[in-house]
């Protein structure tokens, strides 16, 4: 389900799917942060991010995303990353993001 919010998402079971239609950024990851937590809360343990649409990941973006992870990292669950740009996993791969989040799909 899309919301005004600029993403969609969606839970099946144990795993949670979030198509982020605009970029993380500071102005966008707080109501994405809402979500994403109200869906670990519920039970997911695996949450596939699609991230075709995201252009730019700032330090607001990166810290919504380790914070996913250790939130999933918890119940043992994990991150996915999916359709990430090659400017963005050249980004994560600095970081060594790319050794705790699950990368698929480029």
């Given at each position: 389900?899309?919301?005004?919010?600029g993403?969609?998402i969606?839970?099946?079971?144990?795993?949670?799917?979030?198509?982020?239609?605009?970029?993380l950024?500071?102005?966008?990851?707080?109501?994405?942060?809402?979500?994403?937590?109200?869906?670990?809360?519920s039970?997911?343990?695996e949450?596939?991010?699609?991230m075709?649409?995201?252009?730019?990941?700032?330090?607001?973006?990166?810290?919504?995303l380790?914070?996913?992870?250790?939130?999933?990292?918890?119940?043992?669950?994990?991150?996915i990353?999916?359709?990430?740009?090659?400017?963005n996993?050249e980004l994560?791969?600095?970081?060594?993001?790319?050794?705790?989040f699950?990368?698929?799909?480029?």
């Amino acid at each position: 389900m899309e919301n005004q919010f600029g993403f969609e998402i969606k839970k099946q079971g144990s795993k949670g799917y979030f198509n982020p239609r605009v970029d993380l950024t500071a102005t966008t990851v707080g109501s994405m942060r809402d979500a994403v937590k109200g869906m670990i809360s519920s039970g997911v343990t695996e949450l596939e991010f699609d991230m075709k649409d995201v252009e730019i990941v700032d330090s607001s973006g990166i810290g919504f995303l380790v914070a996913v992870y250790n939130s999933l990292s918890k119940f043992r669950g994990k991150l996915i990353i999916k359709n990430i740009s090659e400017r963005n996993l050249e980004l994560f791969k600095a970081l060594r993001l790319d050794k705790y989040f699950l990368i698929q799909g480029n």
